[in-house]
């Protein structure tokens, strides 16, 4: 199988140590479980070269134009992308029409998983939600917030097409509404953002792997969150993470990612726990950072399992030896197993 690995990030040469550290952190560990494949991966120039057991491609900065010219050259694709922009999207349905197989969800699972209003209306009524609102940048902004903040106190605001915690924000006044949408215009090309209640609690999220029917969760993970003036920060997180509502989040998460046709692969589904109950916040239908903390626990290959799913065949035996800690520092994404 010739096969084609790349994260949007460093393939396009981005250099911003909080968007890098993560997706090459992500792009190091698959290349690494997969080098059985001699994998190719993309980058911006020869001089970005990574110390690997894996084929360098020089794509130049446009992954995009790059793929709809070369990417019928594979049978196989693995691509690791965010959803902000509609990115993730675009870069599969590229790779999609040249009938190449995707590692990952398809594309108009991406698409719905992407829009974090669209999303909502689609799990509403079926599994425990946080209420969301969509708000457009040219609705009388002043008026809504007026009225939310008569009788709430605090809400969150972000992208709907946001990733990590870009653009997330807490408020608890009308100013700080008004200053908050001005922010988020920064981190979106959509007309609108959205609002949702907040929910005190530990942020986590699941990560499961999907064969498009049955989705079997591998771990609960804690997110390590800031919020500092307003602004929330996302540092990095610890796998496992145990807590008495463990398996019930696991199985929220669980029946989320099975009402959605065409999840495939690795997913990972955020929440919040509170004292007695399970919020799901997002679905992420892409890999997403617990992975390089998971695949040194696992018993077995994640990224050999993710192609496996996507095959059709989930893990029966999960196993997770020890817990790992990961978090940001400087340019990279530390990792350190605990135990």
């Known amino acids: 199988m010739k096969l084609l690995v790349f994260e949007f990030a460093t393939a396009s040469g981005i250099d911003d140590p909080f968007i890098t550290a993560e997706g090459l952190a992500m792009l190091e560990g698959v290349l690494d479980d997969l080098k059985e494949f001699k994998p190719h991966y993309l980058l911006p120039t020869e001089k970005s070269e990574l110390n690997l057991d894996a084929v360098p491609i020089v794509a130049g900065e446009n992954v995009g134009k790059w793929l709809a010219e070369h990417i019928g050259e594979y049978d196989a694709c693995f691509p690791i992308a965010p959803e902000e922009d509609g990115i993730l999207h675009d870069l599969t349905r590229i790779i999609e029409n040249n009938g190449v197989r995707v590692f990952g969800s398809n594309s108009n699972a991406v698409k719905l998983t992407t829009d974090k209003f669209e999303m909502y209306n689609f799990l509403a009524g079926k599994v425990p939600v946080i209420k969301t609102e969509k708000i457009h940048f040219n609705q009388e902004l002043e008026e809504i917030g007026r009225a939310v903040f008569e009788s709430s106190n605090l809400k969150v605001i972000k992208p709907a097409d946001g990733v990590s915690s870009s653009g997330v924000m807490v408020v608890s006044s009308l100013e700080e509404f008004l200053d908050g949408a001005k922010k988020i215009q920064k981190f979106t090309k959509l007309p609108y953002f959205v609002m949702q209640d907040y929910i005190p609690g530990f942020s986590v999220s699941v990560s499961l792997l999907s064969n498009g029917k049955t989705a079997t969760p591998i771990s609960l993970n804690l997110q390590d969150v800031e919020v500092k003036s307003g602004e929330i920060s996302y540092h990095g997180g610890k796998v496992p993470f145990v807590h008495d509502l463990s398996e019930h989040s696991k199985d929220i998460a669980k029946q989320a990612v099975e009402l ?49 799913s996507v095959n059709g065949e989930l893990p029966v035996d999960i196993q997770l030896d020890g817990q790992v800690k990961f978090y940001k520092e400087g340019k990279s994404l530390r990792v350190s197993v605990l135990e």
Not at 271 to 293: C, F, M, Q
């Open 260 to 308: 959605f046709e065409g999840i495939v692969g690795f997913v990972g589904v955020d929440l919040i726990l509170g004292e007695d109950e399970v919020h799901i916040v997002e679905i992420n239908s892409r890999l997403t950072t617990p992975y390089v903390a998971l695949r040194k626990i696992t018993n077995f290959n994640l990224a050999t399992a993710v192609i496996d």
